[in-house]
Structure formats: C-alpha cells, structure tokens
C-alpha cells in the first residue's frame, strides 16, 4: 500500500510541476522575448516482480512494478516568435533563434531576446541600451557609441545601425548549440 501511495505522490508532483510550467508560459504570453518551455517525462525505476508461488527459474521477467513518474526534461521553445510593430523607434527584433549580446551593471555578458533599446548619454557622446540598463554590444563585444543621440537610427537585416545614412556598429547578434 505504501508503494502505491508513493507512485501516486510522484505523478501528482509531477501534474503540479506540469501546470506550473503552463501557468508561466500563459502568465508571460505578452512578456516581450519570452520562450515557452513544456516538459518531458520519465518513468522512475521498474523492479522485477516476483512470483512467491514460483521457483526462481520460472519467474516472469516482464512483470515489472513500476515506482512513479519524474520530469525528464523541461524543453524551451526557441523558435522565434510573432513579431509585433512597436511604435517605437528604436525597437529591434530578432527573426531566428539569435540572442541580442549585451552587457550588465556588472559588466557580465548577458544575452536577451527582447530589443527595446534607448539611447542614454555617456561621456560626451551616446550610447545605445536596453530599457533594462544593459549595454548593447556589437559582434566584437563592445559597447555600442555615437557621437549623436541613435534616436535616428536604422537597422538593416544584418544587424547593420546607421545614423543619418553613417554607418555606427553592427549588433552583436548571436547563436547557440
């Protein structure tokens, strides 16, 4: 009876973690970047049921007793999503399974799907930002930097930013395995 209590508890944990998971992704559907995840499931150990009624040699070795369900895996969904038109002049997005490089406070590599970028001035010149306070880099690592304020920027599908027709830098647009 206790096996069977325990088998249950694990499937029920398991039902808990998976409604958790959908919960977050419906909780974030409009979050700007976001990546759906669902999970994957395993069976927890089989042991070799034994026939006490039998000799050893005659015992059936595809009776086996199950011990529970686990989560295997928790799978993101990197697939690009819909792409929305902002308003906003300097709203990037990614069309393919990239990642924006950027960089924190802490000067940490940080990468982010989500290009709501600002131009915050800096020293005696700009540079270019996400809402979110992290430094854009370009596809050498660094921060990106205009003598003029990159409120009149355009980006080209390779990543390309020019200000007034002069060319600036090229995001820092990455891929992962």
């Known amino acids: 009876m ?65 011990h529970g369900v686990l989560t295997g895996l928790e799978i993101t969904d990197w697939r690009a999503g819909p792409l929305m038109e902002s308003g906003r002049q300097l709203d990037v997005a990614i069309d393919s399974p990239a990642f924006l490089m950027t960089e924190d406070s802490n000067g940490q590599r940080t990468f982010m799907r989500g290009g709501s970028l600002q131009s915050v001035p800096e020293n005696e010149g700009y540079v270019l930002m996400t809402t979110g306070g992290h430094y854009v880099l370009d596809q050498n690592g660094q921060r990106i930097y205009a003598d003029q304020s990159f409120e009149n920027m355009s980006v080209d599908t390779t990543g390309l930013i020019r200000i007034d027709g002069a060319d600036i830098a090229s995001l820092g647009v990455v891929t992962f395995a």
């Open 2 to 66: 206790t096996q069977s209590l325990n088998t249950a508890a694990s499937g029920l944990r398991t039902q808990q973690r998976s409604i958790d998971t959908l919960a977050n992704n419906i909780a974030n559907v409009n979050t700007q970047g976001f990546k759906r995840s669902r999970l994957d499931f395993a069976d927890a150990i089989y042991t070799a049921m034994q026939n006490p009624a039998l000799p050893a040699d005659r015992q059936d070795p595809a009776m086996q007793l199950g």
